[in-house]
């Protein structure tokens, strides 16, 4: 898809809201995994999910686009404040992924488990195998 974008000059988002915090090697997502960090355009994720903070997201570009977005986006123009502990634990969460990859590699190591189980017990798994399901 980034070579099409390339062609075509073309821009590329990707919704990473099962990705952040645990896909790729590092947990920084499908561009991560896909080899294309810096060829993304915009990317559009949560705070919750992996990284445990329940609610709110963010969007990550372009200055220029992310102040069009902030000020022609309607889910954007009627969103409320995030709360300061979810700000904190978020940052928190970034954190620890700069600093090691440690819960990542032991999520892989537990997706490869299960898996396995899994097709021990008779199940027929599709999809790429760094996935759980």
């Given at each position: 898809m980034c070579n099409l974008a390339d062609t075509?000059?073309?821009q590329?988002?990707?919704?990473?809201?099962?990705a952040t915090g645990f896909f790729g090697k590092t947990g920084r997502g499908t561009p991560e995994h896909c080899g294309v960090e810096g060829r993304i355009d915009l990317i559009n994720s949560t705070l919750g999910k992996a990284l445990g903070g329940s609610t709110g997201g963010y969007t990550a570009g372009p200055q220029p686009l992310i102040d069009l977005l902030r000020q022609r986006s309607r889910p954007y123009l009627f969103s409320n404040t995030l709360a300061p502990?979810?700000?904190?634990?978020?940052?928190?969460t970034f954190r620890i992924l700069n600093e090691s990859n440690e819960q990542v590699e032991k999520l892989a190591k537990n997706v490869t488990m299960f898996r396995r189980q899994m097709k021990d017990a008779g199940f027929n798994l599709a999809g790429d195998a760094s996935n759980a399901i």
């Open positions: 075509y000059d073309a590329i988002l990707i919704d990473e809201c099962h502990s979810v700000v904190g634990a978020s940052l928190e």
